[in-house]
């Protein structure tokens, strides 16, 4: 069975400053990695996925994430935060190694930007 | 981009009734919608995975008489919550599967008084 770790359940930053979110994962098959975004009382945004191509992704709203394998890790960055990138972000995998089958979801991590 | 839309946003009732949730693809036609539960300050747990035409596969643990789960159309599926009680209470989130990207529903608040 697939899991994830999200390192940190609330991060805050000052605007302008570096965002770094962790998330590390256990897969017995290649994994398809997932990072999304929810606001208060709202659903999912899909911000970026890995899905077996390029290491480094881009996503939306200046976001990026890094799969190492060696280290499991899929940590998101984004190299300025903004007061709109405050929000809850969940890391998640793909139990049938696709981008469209049942995701396990990390515990999310709140983050906080400071003016 | 698609969209998928969940009526109602939220709903209170009273415990011993029953409430339907509806997902629905707005712009696309969905054979796989998936129905995920998330309790405050907690993160989604898959609840079930539902096929169009066909009867809908529960994760371990969860009831699937009490949360009955019917996926008629390619279109809608919706979830139906039994004789609710207030340990139902929580963020019901839907999502549907076009080609190979899914996409999720605004969420539905339900609280049980």
């Known amino acids: 069975a697939q899991s994830v770790t999200q390192l940190g359940s609330h991060v805050s930053v000052s605007e302008g400053a570096l965002v770094l979110l962790r998330c590390n994962y256990s897969s017995s098959v290649p994994p398809y990695l997932f990072w999304y975004v929810q606001y208060p009382n709202q659903g999912l945004q899909l911000l970026l996925k890995y899905t077996s191509a390029a290491t480094l992704v881009k996503g939306i709203n200046g976001f990026e994430a890094e799969f190492k394998k060696s280290e499991t890790s899929f940590h998101l960055t984004k190299p300025s935060a903004h007061m709109s990138d405050a929000a809850e972000y969940f890391c998640a995998v793909s139990e049938s190694g696709t981008s469209y089958g049942k995701l396990t979801f990390g515990q999310g991590t709140i983050l906080t930007v400071h003016p | 981009g698609a969209v998928v839309s969940q009526h109602p946003s939220w709903v209170i009732c009273k415990s011993g009734t029953s409430v339907k949730i509806e997902c629905r693809s707005l712009?696309?036609?969905?054979?796989?919608m998936f129905w995920y539960r998330q309790f405050p300050k907690q993160s989604l747990m898959l609840m079930a995975t539902s096929n169009e035409g066909s009867k809908a596969t529960y994760e371990q643990g969860v009831e699937k008489d009490k949360f009955l789960i019917n996926h008629a159309s390619l279109t809608l599926s919706t979830l139906t919550v039994t004789s609710a009680h207030p340990e139902d209470s929580s963020f019901y989130i839907c999502?549907?599967?076009?080609?190979?990207?899914?996409?999720f529903g605004p969420g539905t608040r339900l609280t049980v008084l």
């Open positions: 712009d696309f036609q969905a054979t796989t």
């Open positions: 999502s549907a599967r076009w080609g190979f990207e899914q996409f």
